[in-house]
T-cell receptor
Framework: EAQVTQNPRYLITVTGKKLTVTCSQNMNHEYMSWYRQDPGLGLRQIYYSMNVEVTDKGDVPEGYKVSRKEKRNFPLILESPSPNQTSLYFC??????????????FGNGTRLTVT | AQTVTQSQPEMSVQEAETVTLSCTYDTSESDYYLFWYKQPPSRQMILVIRQEAYKQQNATENRFSVNFQKAAKSFSLKISDSQLGDAAMYFCAYRSAISGSARQLTFGSGTQLTVLP
């Protein structure tokens, strides 16, 4: 089944403890992206990747890191999480960043709570 | 930068009735793409419908249709014969067609739709 898989689904952590949210897609998509969803703000883009080893900042990149060493994986890293990073996170992919009408395929989301 | 506005945080509709969710956007570009996504309680983001700005014809997908008014920068979603399964948060989204700015999808703040039995 074609899908974007995020793990974990829920995560509770403490301020400053490094964490990684994994994202993997099995559709051979070139484009991958991370979003955070907050009430009243919709989804805001954190980082995106046009292809392997090509990443760039979105609208809200502060406090996050990403890497794209393989086509299928695009982990989101929080080196020193803070309470303002408590949010619902989505990974998404599409066939290409240049095929503009191609829809994004989303993972099931990761609910992160930082205390 | 483009902005997308959904002015209705919450809407409700009676089952089998029709409801329209509004979306406006701000852009100086002439070519772009517009999308409606649905997010049910499961949190999964599901594409409902998409529209290319260069197409005058409004997109339709079964019970879902859009009213795309390019000059007014409006992109409303009409749901006909509403069903209980349509209850969800609906997000409008914009994607530029200009190379370099086309990587990002800009989302509105969402409209929570309740379907009343």
């Amino acid at each position: 089944e074609a899908q974007v898989t995020q793990n974990p689904r829920y995560l509770i952590t403490v301020t400053g403890k490094k964490l990684t949210v994994t994202c993997s897609q099995n559709m051979n998509h070139e484009y991958m992206s991370w979003y955070r969803q907050d009430p009243g703000l919709g989804l805001r883009q954190i980082y995106y990747s046009m292809n392997v080893e090509v990443t760039d900042k979105g609208d809200v990149p502060e406090g996050y890191k990403v890497s794209r060493k393989e086509k299928r994986n695009f982990p989101l890293i929080l080196e020193s999480p803070s309470p303002n990073q408590t949010s619902l996170y989505f990974c998404a992919s599409s066939i290409s960043g240049t095929v503009l009408n191609s829809p994004l395929h989303f993972g099931n989301g990761t609910r992160l709570t930082v205390t | 930068a483009q902005t997308v506005t959904q002015s209705q945080p919450e809407m409700s509709v009676q089952e089998a009735e029709t409801v329209t969710l509004s979306c406006t956007y701000d852009t100086s570009e002439s070519d772009y793409y517009l999308f409606w996504y649905k997010q049910p309680p499961s949190r999964q983001m599901i594409l409902v419908i998409r529209q290319e700005a260069y197409k005058q014809q409004n997109a339709t997908e079964n019970r879902f249709s859009v009213n795309f008014q390019k000059a007014a920068k409006s992109f409303s979603l009409k749901i006909s014969d509403s069903q209980l399964g349509d209850a969800a948060m609906y997000f409008c989204a914009y994607r530029s067609a200009i190379s370099g700015s086309a990587r990002q999808l800009t989302f509105g703040s969402g409209t929570q739709l309740t379907v009343l039995p």
